[in-house]
């Protein structure tokens, strides 16, 4: 009977116990005999023709066994996770784009040897004008990064008259706003290991899809993919930076060449230097109210830099776009996201897709509209916050899961807690801010459905089979709730066998918030039909209709508890002895944005939340201290309530890093001494507060948490900023010189 | 065979308890030799510069990071790696606190916050908030917002029967 708790409950993760130990090997602790070591040669110019590649001096080195370029790699020297913008080389052809590219790859006995070779690598540049800026990208004439031109992706949203509503406004703002390039900064770097098993290339890796890793190896060696076995490893965060592959090419190459395990872990220096960022904006934004605060039209205009490679701005482009005026019924909208390309390290997925950056710009525009109306800055959202059956700006007509005006509500009442211990007499500046948001769950667009398996051992017990990657945020445990609510079990009776592309179904990709809503669903329909095939199974040894009967605890018998009832072992015994399993599959109702007026129906579902923040600033050092966040999500149902609040606590902190500290200069930011992020001292205790609008398709009307805990953070942040300073901070982070300038009044 | 092969030196130290003695280059760090020679993975590299905390580990009851610590600075003295806080069968208060209060997720910076916060406890077994959070300001954590790490690390400091 205690089953029928878990799903809501807060039992200790599973993952836990060999966490706390240190006995859970992560890809760099996996010990494999007569490895390789690798290290990659990268470029240290920004934008180049490649005339040669001189190898001889690395190979000289002692220890050092091959040395691979471009000629080496057998299939096709191209890979990208959204593959009809896929672009990116393993190893450099005949081009550089950024510094830090790979140009060569170094395999030795040992990681000195390794290195040394990578370091007497010579490469013959002929140097090509490099472009840092997106806008002089898309000036005529400028340097073509990639044959196609440098606009990467632009996604349009056009819905009613924009003109019209300008027209009759009684407040009109508009502003420009800056966001910085961010590093993910997960604690665990890149790292993947490699070995041959029967012909298979075996790769572990630190990875958020490893079927997409699988499909992309194949392509680069030249292999049909039965013959690559990935394997997700405990992986140490992600955050959409394990999304790209890292290191899993080189391992691949050199072990599907060689013969040889072949291990390559990243160093934070070239975790920084090589691997995707979070893409600035910069967002010119027009927004008209009338003079009750209802929004009558949004014009904005996003212009991302997506550095030298596609990696996934066309869905930064989409989803940016797709929420850019805020979870509000807006009837006329002009959105316009173009991701360009310039000669940066490629900025790809990070918790969030652009939606943190236009939620930055958005949420500026509502309290510059309340300020400009005199209406409170609550008041101006809940007037215009989307409820159940409005229509988004795509024209999509929402369902009854639309916990909005309930989060404003329970931030609200916080804010009014607060707001009575501002006022003290000590000269200190404090304010308060609001952020609110939407976010649409999964992929947009497209179809990604998700399959997991549920199989009934012939000890009683089951297994669940999901290739859905667990990046800490804690997918394994939620779907074994999922699963274990369904089956009546324990989760403890339940295997997980997960993320392994020989043993698992494709998940798809730990992103987009997906994994609870989409392979959540999954695994309930599989978990659903094997219980209805064994209750159908018990229903003949019984001689009890189905109808009557309850799977509680491990066994079947008659709902009410009268009569006899069996094991699950011997059902499975009855079944033939072997294991007994049913698969299931989800996939969201999203279809596909039209491509002129970016209208349709991009996702099956939304969450939404809104965030209070308390600041306070010194006035001699314009340090900005953030005394207290509350943040309230309507997640539809939390599946297990602790996740759900360490997912809100870790997205606000991530979102306090991208307000007030985290900016990465090429060239000038390589490890964490000056790529600052925030640690306890920065971090205020966050309060949550879960809100449940329940998604009738969701599992136990769950939907997703992960990318909009972070999303009405900064804007909350900024909010509270010009509240305490009086001025208002445009350009993200607010450094100690953009605060000294708010504070003296100036906007910055 | 290194390239820059270094004259090696042994070395003796207690390593969780057990005594024990290794021949290592003297310019490798304290946390190489615990992972490549003791194979004692708990212990993380996440910046191999002193910032994360990650590689946390005690060096005579004292948190430091064992990427700064060459090895020869161990000779003589005890190490204690997240290996020795507890076991299977007996975690350590602080092992359990993070368990039950989910101040888990990925679980890499997690070895080192156990240690920065043992060390805490010794000093100071019943911490307020705020002196935890001054603590573990040397562990960087990517995934938690360290609000239920907190509240761990201050509820195995007010368990009933631990004493440190
Ligand atoms: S690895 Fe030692 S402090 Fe980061
Ligand atoms: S739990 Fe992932 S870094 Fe702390």
Redesign the pocket.
């Given at each position: 009977m205690s089953a029928r708790r878990i799903v809501g409950g807060a039992r200790p993760r599973r993952d836990a116990v060999d966490k706390v130990l240190g006995r859970t090997r992560f890809a760099a602790d996996v010990r494999v005999p007569g490895l390789l070591h690798l290290a990659v040669a990268r470029s240290d110019t920004a934008h180049a023709r490649v005339r040669a590649v001189h190898t001889a001096r690395a190979l000289a080195v002692p220890g050092v066994v091959r040395v691979f370029t471009a000629r080496h790699v057998p299939g096709v020297n191209r890979y990208g996770i959204i593959a009809s913008t896929a672009d990116q080389p393993m190893l450099a052809g005949d081009r550089v784009r950024f510094v830090g590219e790979a140009v060569a790859l170094v395999a030795a006995e040992t990681p000195e040897a390794a290195a040394e070779g990578a370091r007497r690598v010579a490469v013959d540049y002929a140097p090509l004008p490099a472009i840092t800026d997106p806008a002089e990208a898309l000036e005529a004439g400028a340097a073509a990064i990639h044959d196609r031109g440098n606009l990467c992706f632009e996604q349009r949203i056009v819905r009613g008259d924009v003109d019209a509503g300008f027209a009759r406004a009684a407040a009109v703002v508009e502003r420009t706003y800056r966001t910085a390039v961010i590093e993910h900064a997960y604690l665990e770097p890149e790292a993947a290991v490699a070995w041959m098993e029967d012909g298979v290339l075996v790769v572990e890796t630190s990875t958020q899809n490893p079927h997409y890793d699988r499909s992309d190896l194949g392509r680069l060696l030249g292999v049909a993919e039965e013959r690559i076995r990935v394997v997700q490893r405990a992986t140490g965060g992600g955050f959409g930076g394990k999304l790209d592959l890292s290191v899993q090419p080189y391992v691949a190459l050199a072990t599907w060449l060689t013969g040889r395990p072949s291990r390559l872990v990243y160093s934070?220096e070239e975790s920084f230097l090589a691997t995707g960022k979070r893409h600035p904006f910069v967002m010119r934004y027009r927004s008209a109210a009338d003079g009750s605060g209802r929004l009558l039209a949004v014009e904005a205009d996003l212009l991302a830099d997506t550095g030298a490679y596609a990696s996934y701005a066309l869905a930064v482009a989409m989803r940016a776009a797709v929420h850019a005026a805020g979870p509000y019924r807006v009837p006329a909208v002009r959105i316009r996201c173009r991701t360009v390309y310039t000669n940066r390290v490629f900025s790809g997925a990070m918790r969030g897709f652009g939606t943190p950056q236009a939620a930055f710009g958005h949420e500026s525009q509502m309290d510059l509209l309340a300020g400009a109306l005199g209406i409170d800055p609550l008041e101006i959202r809940r007037c215009n916050a989307l409820g159940p059956g409005d229509v988004t700006v795509t024209g999509q007509t929402l369902g009854d899961s639309v916990g909005l005006v309930a989060c404003l509500d329970r931030v609200g009442a916080v804010r009014d807690r607060w707001a009575r211990r501002l006022r003290e007499p000590d000269g200190v500046p404090r304010g308060l801010g609001v952020g609110a948001m939407y976010y649409g769950i999964g992929n947009t667009g497209v179809s990604n459905p998700s399959t997991a398996r549920v199989a009934l051992d012939p000890d009683g017990a089951f297994t669940l089979f999901t290739g859905a990657a667990d990046i800490g945020q804690g997918s394994d445990n939620a779907l074994l709730a999922i699963c274990a609510e369904t089956l009546g079990v324990d989760p403890d009776r339940i295997r997980l066998v997960r993320g392994d592309t020989a043993r698992t179904a494709n998940a798809g990709a730990t992103s987009a918030s997906r994994q609870t809503y989409i392979s959540g669903g999954a695994v309930l329909r599989a978990a659903g039909r094997l219980r209805q095939r064994l209750v159908q199974e018990a229903a003949q040894a019984l001689g009890v209709p189905a109808a009557r009967l309850a799977l509680e605890d491990g066994r079947i018998g008659p709902a009410d508890g009268s009569g006899t009832s069996v094991s699950l072992a011997e059902v499975a015994a009855r079944c033939g002895g072997g294991p007994v399993s049913e698969t299931g599959g989800f996939d969201p109702d999203a279809a596909v944005l039209d491509r002129a007026t970016g209208q349709g129906r991009p996702y099956g579902t939304y969450a939404f939340a809104a965030q209070v923040a308390r600041v306070s600033v010194d006035p001699a050092t314009a340090e900005v201290r953030v005394d207290g966040l509350a943040a309230a999500h309507d997640v539809g149902r939390a599946i297990h309530r602790p996740s759900v609040l360490g997912q809100i606590s870790g997205g606000a902190a991530m979102g306090l890093g991208m307000a007030l500290m985290e900016t990465f200069g090429p060239g000038r930011d390589e490890n964490?001494d000056t790529y600052l992020v925030p640690t306890t001292l920065d971090v205020p205790r966050v309060t949550p507060m879960i809100v449940e609008q329940a998604e009738p398709t969701g599992p136990f009307g769950a939907k997703g948490v992960g990318e909009p805990a972070l999303i009405p953070t900064a804007p909350a942040i900024l909010n509270a900023l010009a509240a305490a300073c009086g001025a208002r901070i445009h350009n993200l982070p607010a450094t100690l010189e953009r605060v000294q300038k708010a504070l003296r009044g100036e906007e910055a | 065979m290194p390239v820059d092969a270094a004259p090696v030196v042994e070395l003796s130290f207690t390593l969780n308890g057990e005594p024990v003695t290794v021949s290592v280059e003297p310019h490798r760090s304290l946390?190489w030799v615990l992972r490549e020679r003791f194979d004692l993975t708990g212990t993380?590299?996440?910046?191999?510069?002193?910032?994360?905390?990650?590689?946390?580990v005690l060096l005579d009851g004292r948190a430091v990071?064992?990427?700064?610590v060459l090895a020869p600075k161990a000779a003589g003295r005890e190490v204690l790696t997240v290996e020795g806080l507890g076991g299977p069968d007996a975690l350590h208060p602080l092992q359990r606190a993070f368990v039950d209060g989910h101040a888990v997720q990925c679980g890499y910076c997690t070895p080192g916050m156990l240690l920065s916060a043992a060390a805490l406890l010794q000093d100071n077994p019943r911490p307020t908030r705020d002196e935890i959070r001054a603590a573990l300001a040397?562990n960087l954590c990517r995934c938690t917002g360290y609000t239920q790490i907190v509240d761990a690390v201050y509820a195995a400091s007010r368990a009933r029967g631990w004493a440190p």
């Open positions: 934070r964490l | 946390l993380k590299e996440g910046c191999g510069v002193g910032e994360c905390g990650a590689c946390t990071n064992a990427c700064l040397g």
